[in-house]
């Protein structure tokens, strides 16, 4: 079935930003869905590899503001952050009625918790410092939505620990566009390295399943 879905592609190449301002320019039209498929997966469950995350089951309130911010380059700008590179270029031409499209076409993949795929995390250690992200994600990590908090269960623990990682490293969250990113920044100041983002993960690993 065709949608109109622009792609979201494995790697920005010269070609694709080439090809963004003229894109711009072009009516609106339907473009085969697939494309997505490419850094999503075909049921939506993501992919380590290009650290694309499961879109199956995301809040579609999150979505949207996710991709409007990649549109307006509150987010995907920062040199380091490689795959938000990727992404933003793509965003730049979404129209908001692609967007709705998109937010609709995601919403038909069924849910389904990303397989746990971290090692050498201390869920003890986890859950203790996951008390900071209580009241925005909620105690099981299912989200809010009136906090702009995402549900954490079930998404990819490869793409949560990279998240973190921006955050904290300042390559996500401090655009002054983002100003949900923003709490999220100073909430990774908490988790003191890498070790403290692989327990906090570990123990979201044990919720909501």
């Known amino acids: 079935m065709m949608r109109k879905v622009l792609p ?14 003229t894109w711009a320019a072009e009516p609106f039209e339907p473009v085969d869905h697939r494309f997505c498929f490419t850094c999503h997966g075909t049921d939506g469950m993501g992919s380590e590899g290009i650290q694309a995350p499961r879109l199956a089951g995301m809040e579609p ?3 949207k503001r996710q991709l409007e911010l990649f549109r307006e380059g509150g987010r995907g700008k920062h040199p380091s952050d490689i795959e938000g590179m990727e992404m933003q270029p793509m965003a730049v031409i979404l129209t908001d009625e692609h967007i709705a499209d998109i937010i609709d076409w995601a919403g038909t993949w069924e849910y389904k918790p990303a397989e746990p795929t971290l090692t050498g995390g201390n869920v003890d250690n986890g859950r203790r410092l996951y008390q900071a992200c209580v009241m925005c994600h909620g105690d099981a990590a299912q989200g809010n939505e009136a906090m702009n908090a995402p549900a954490l269960q079930g998404q990819n623990d490869w793409y949560l620990v990279t998240q973190l990682k921006n955050f904290k490293a300042g ?3 401090t ?23 692989i327990d ?6 044990t919720l909501g399943r």
Not at 9 to 21: D, E, R, W
Request: contains cysteine; positive net charge.
């Open 171 to 173: 390559y996500r969250g």
């Open 8 to 21: 979201v592609l494995v790697a920005v190449t010269l070609a694709a930003i080439a090809c963004a301002g």
């Open 61 to 63: 309130w999150y979505l």
């Open 200 to 205: 906090v993960v570990s123990y979201i690993n």
């Open 175 to 197: 655009d002054p566009k983002d100003r949900y990113g923003a709490p999220m920044r100073a909430m990774t100041s908490s988790l003191a390295n890498e070790q403290a983002i």
